[in-house]
């Protein structure tokens, strides 16, 4: 999920940094709306509170309430694959979904086939941009809730440019944890790496009970904002990488620790990414 391969860093960087084929009054938003959502200091916003990651945090939060609900057959409070052991997440091999609440979200299992979990219904993008925007302060919710709307559409270019499948929530998924990731560990989360989280999401999540039962609505707009937050990590990233500064690094990072260990329930430090998908070590 690297900015420059899927041609979205001469959309989503500073002016000076790319073409000026891309307006700038959109591009200036992007950055503001990237630092206020993560609460970093940027121009005019020099103060912004760490409490304004609040956003992504509930966001990772609802993500797990939904994938963590238990599978027919598990008694509640056990997780999915209970004494199988938390193990390596491969690609070859996805994992179940443990309850809510119980530890890592994800959990060793034989492998399920992976198919795309398309979203179904007309795209909710103005309300769940907006949802996202109501937890920021009044006088920043129409900027915010625009800034996210653009910010799906740079995802759909990285849909098409990957090859993926259209309104596939466990892309969406997958582009929430590959973007903290990135954001985290300040390393490049390589397409093909991507493609195969993508797959491998498709396989854990294709049976998972709180998918099944959620609305056709509430899986849109699940899959609509972890798009949108998984693309501004990967926005914020490039920005910091472009002009550095160790004290929003610093902010950023706790923030991506702060998404994927609320959302997956494990240390981010026994993450891994690479060409088995996602793996916990």
């Not at 920043?140 to 995802?155: D, I, L, V």
């Not at 498709?202 to 972890?226: D, F, H």
Request: proline content about 7%; some cysteine; aromatic content about 4%.
């Amino acid at each position: 999920m690297h900015p420059h391969s899927c041609s979205l860093t001469q959309d989503l960087t500073p002016p000076r940094h790319r073409p000026a084929r891309t307006p700038k009054a959109a591009a200036a938003t992007l950055v503001l709306v990237a630092a206020t959502l993560l609460g970093l200091p940027s121009a005019g916003n020099a103060a912004a509170p760490a409490a304004q990651a609040t956003p992504t945090l509930s966001l990772a939060e609802q993500m797990r309430a939904m994938l963590g609900k238990p599978a027919a057959g598990n008694a509640p409070g056990t997780p999915a694959g209970a004494g199988k052991g938390a193990g390596p997440l491969a690609g070859g091999s996805a994992g179940t979904v443990a309850a809510q609440g119980t530890g890592p979200l994800f959990t060793a299992a034989p492998a399920v086939a992976a198919a795309p979990l398309l979203v179904e219904g007309p795209a909710q993008l103005r309300q769940s941009a907006t949802e996202l925007a109501q937890r920021f302060p009044a006088a920043q919710r129409g900027a915010m809730s625009k800034a996210f709307e653009e910010s799906f559409a740079f995802w759909q270019k990285l849909e098409t440019q990957l090859g993926l499948a259209s309104n596939d929530l466990a892309a969406g998924v997958a582009a929430f944890i590959a973007g903290n990731y990135a954001a985290f560990t300040q390393q490049q989360v390589a397409d093909e790496h991507f493609k195969t989280l993508v797959r491998q999401m498709q396989g854990l999540l294709g049976q998972n009970a709180g998918i099944q039962q959620a609305s056709p609505a509430q899986r849109r707009a699940m899959y609509e904002q972890l798009a949108m937050v998984g693309t501004f990590m990967v926005v914020y990233r490039e920005q910091l990488r472009l002009k550095p500064n160790p004290a929003e690094e610093v902010h950023f990072r706790n923030t991506a620790r702060a998404n994927l260990e609320t959302a997956l329930g494990v240390g981010v430090e026994r993450l891994q990414i690479g060409a088995q998908g996602l793996e916990i070590r």
